[in-house]
């Protein structure tokens, strides 16, 4: 085996190692790991031989103060574990996004590097190869959407999270009568659900949808308004077209007033015009002087 071959044979499996080992957080390590927060706060999720939550706000009966202070203590205890599951989630996307650049151009360079070392079959080998790894890490880029759409999904979602929490928040400043418990785990759920990819993209959808039914509210009063038939607007129609029937001379007289009042438009716009209501009402004033309109 030639020296080059050897050579190509380093680089590829430089590049193989580089590829298995990148390993890219971009998040700062958690001061206790997560695993050891979300086991103690397990006890707000389930019943321990210590510690029953529910049962004792379901027990403490009229001792408002009581139920209040366990129902406080039980959501905010699953919020921390929602939100620190939230933040594994989305370090999750982000390095799995990172390593696959930082892997596949690890292999795309050893793969290039090592081709240009050898001549042959082989050379042609992995060249291919180089290409088609190249080209997966398009595919996958272009399926996945970490460069674009994940940021756009992930800002849906703290949005999102926000306006549950502050449901949340203001039910936990009420009373228990008002926001009990029960309530409370069901908005939880609203709250879990809204950091997730589903979550974000059915906010996104509804966000969308009614905006879309307030702009469609907006134009049909611009239309009802801008075009309304004015009692005005209906008789000089009536006059202009008698029994439906356009008549002509009419027709002809109610031009000859527009320009004469060097309004630059013709009837048929004028009559739809909404902005020309006065100089409607004026043109069936002047057509009433002269006897021509009842």
């Not at 999270?161 to 009568?177: H, M």
């Not at 309304?228 to 129609?237: Q, S």
Request: charged content about 20%; some cysteine.
């Amino acid at each position: 085996m030639t020296i080059k071959l050897h050579l190509a044979f380093m680089l590829i499996i430089t590049s193989l190692v580089l590829a298995s080992c990148a390993s890219y957080k971009g998040f700062p390590d958690r001061v206790i790991s997560s695993d050891t927060e979300l086991e103690n706060l397990q006890v707000y999720f389930l019943p321990t031989t210590d510690k029953d939550y529910v049962k004792d706000y379901n027990d403490a009966g009229s001792d408002e103060a009581k139920r209040q202070r366990i129902r406080n203590e039980v959501i905010n205890g699953r919020i921390t574990a929602i939100d620190i599951q939230f933040s594994l989630f989305q370090q999750k996307l982000h390095e799995e996004g990172l390593n696959l650049n930082v892997g596949t151009d690890a292999m795309i360079i050893g793969l290039g590097a090592a081709g240009a070392l050898v001549t042959g079959g082989a050379s042609q080998i992995l060249s291919a190869t180089s290409a088609a790894v190249a080209g997966m890490r398009t595919s996958v880029d272009k399926n996945a959407f970490f460069e674009e759409t994940m940021p756009a999904l992930f800002a849906q979602m703290i949005a999102h999270r926000k306006k549950v929490l502050v449901k949340i928040r203001t039910g936990l400043a009420s009373n228990t009568i008002d926001y009990p418990l029960q309530q409370g785990f069901a908005d939880l759920g609203d709250y879990q659900y809204a950091g997730s990819i589903p979550g974000s993209l059915a906010t996104i959808v509804e966000d969308a949808g009614v905006t879309s039914a307030k702009a469609n509210e907006q134009l049909a009063e611009i239309v009802k308004t801008g075009f309304e038939v004015t009692d005005d607007t209906l008789a000089l129609k009536q006059w202009l077209k008698p029994g439906g029937i356009r008549n002509r001379e009419r027709w002809d007289i109610l031009q000859q007033w527009l320009d004469s009042k060097k309004i630059n438009m013709s009837v048929a716009s004028f009559m739809d015009a909404p902005e020309m209501r006065v100089q409607i009402k004026q043109a069936i004033g002047d057509l009433k002087s002269r006897g021509l309109m009842k």
